[in-house]
Structure formats: C-alpha cells, structure tokens
C-alpha cells in the first residue's frame, strides 16, 4: 500500500545548527509533498510544499529538497532556535487520484540550547 | 479571520459509548476532512466531506461515521467506542480543488 516513512524518529541538534529531516515516500504517482510542524497539543502547522516538478524549494529558514528518482524528501532548517524543537511530518497527495494527505510517522527534533 | 476550530479539546467516554467531535472550517473553506493521530503516529484519514457528502474514506469501520452541514461544518460520530479509538482527532479544511489544508488543535478522545 502507499506510505510515507522517515529514517530517523529522534534528531539531536545545537541551537544555531542546520537541521536536516528525511522522509522517503512510495508512491511515485504522488505530486504533491508538504511538510508539517506539530508542537504538543497543537494540529499540524504548515511550513512548506513543493510540486513534483521542482525539486528544490526554499521559504524562510526552511528548504525542502525532493529527489524523484529515489523517492526521497528532505527539510532542511537553517539555524536551528528552540522554538523549532516539535516533531516534524511530511505528507504525500496523489492529486490525480485523490486529495487525501497521506503522513508518515514523524520525527521529533530536539535542539539544545 | 478563525482558522479551523474544533469542539470539545478533550473528552473522556467508556468503551461502548458514542461520541460526537464538531469542526468549523476556516473561514472560506468548502472541504472538510478529518484525521485520527494515535500517540507517536501520523494522522490517519478517515474521510473527507464536499457539499454535504463523504467523498473519501480511508480504512475504517463503519463505526465512523460523519457529516457535513450547509454552512461547511463537519461532525465525526464514533459509534461502540474502543480502548483502541483513543487518539487525537483531527480536522481540517480546504477548498475542494485547492492544496491549502488548515488543520484545527484536536480533540483528545480517551477511551476508557
């Protein structure tokens, strides 16, 4: 069936560092990929999207990298603040088929101060 | 202008019981779809609701249940609760033929 996974459940990283969050999804029919923010108690927050015919996207602080020919996507988050400490989930949409939101299990980041 | 607000942020029922989780989109938004997040998972869709009908299902049972109102809001009804249907539930909005999903905070449902 179709999924999204992430390699690594857990991310470490020093206030000030670059964050990097994986994600590879199995369904190439997908054409839409968004990336969410999801603090304690709170829904997912929208952080950034991208189409399938890009594969670099940039917004602010954030870039989201998507590599068709290995179905995998990344986020990446410049100088990384405690406020981004929250666990991380991208999200897949086959829009031809359906416009449902298809997460993966997430990852939490964690920053040190 | 509200995003999406969803009613009530926390709920304990017992096993066997019915439930009853309202969402109101955000404003200017036609399509509502909710989603069930059990702790240290992703949400899972369960269905999606346009003009008064389900239009997506994802895989649950037929316990779940819901509807849409004129006005675009949603329930999601749970019919013989399980200890399993604890989880956050989640709603969001959209327009129909758009990408722009908003979700709300929750509904914590604890089954007891």
């Known amino acids: 069936g179709e999924s999204v996974g992430l390699h690594l459940p857990t991310l470490s990283v020093q206030e000030g560092d670059n964050s990097i969050i994986n994600c590879a999804y199995s369904?190439?029919?997908?054409?839409?990929f968004i990336w969410y923010k999801q603090e304690s108690g709170k829904g997912p927050q929208f952080i950034i999207d991208?189409?399938?015919?890009?594969d670099k996207r940039q917004g602010q602080r954030v870039t989201v990298l998507l590599n068709k020919t290995v179905k995998h996507l990344s986020l990446q988050i410049a100088a990384t603040q405690p406020g981004d400490s929250a666990v991380y989930f991208c999200?897949?949409?086959?829009?031809?088929?359906?416009?449902?939101?298809?997460f993966g299990t997430g990852t939490l980041l964690a920053v040190q101060p | 202008d509200a995003g999406v607000t969803q009613s009530p942020t926390h709920l304990i029922k017992t096993r066997g019981q019915q439930v009853t989780l309202r969402c109101s989109p955000k404003?200017?938004?036609?399509?509502v779809s909710w989603y069930q997040q059990a702790l240290g998972q992703g949400p899972q869709f369960i269905f999606q609701?346009?003009?008064?009908?389900?239009?997506q299902r994802g895989n649950f049972p037929d316990r779940f249940s819901g509807h849409q109102f004129p006005n675009y809001s949603s329930e999601l009804n749970v019919n013989a609760l399980l200890l399993g249907d604890s989880a956050l539930y989640l709603c969001?909005?959209?327009?129909?033929?758009?990408?722009?999903?908003?979700f709300g905070s929750g509904t914590r449902l604890t089954v007891v």
């Open positions: 969001a909005s959209s327009l129909w033929r758009g990408d722009g999903y908003t």
């Open positions: 369904n190439s029919a997908s054409d839409y």
């Open positions: 999200a897949e949409i086959n829009g031809g088929a359906t416009n449902k939101l298809i």
């Open positions: 991208i189409r399938s015919n890009m």
């Open positions: 404003s200017g938004h036609d399509t």
């Open positions: 609701y346009y003009e008064e009908e389900e239009r």
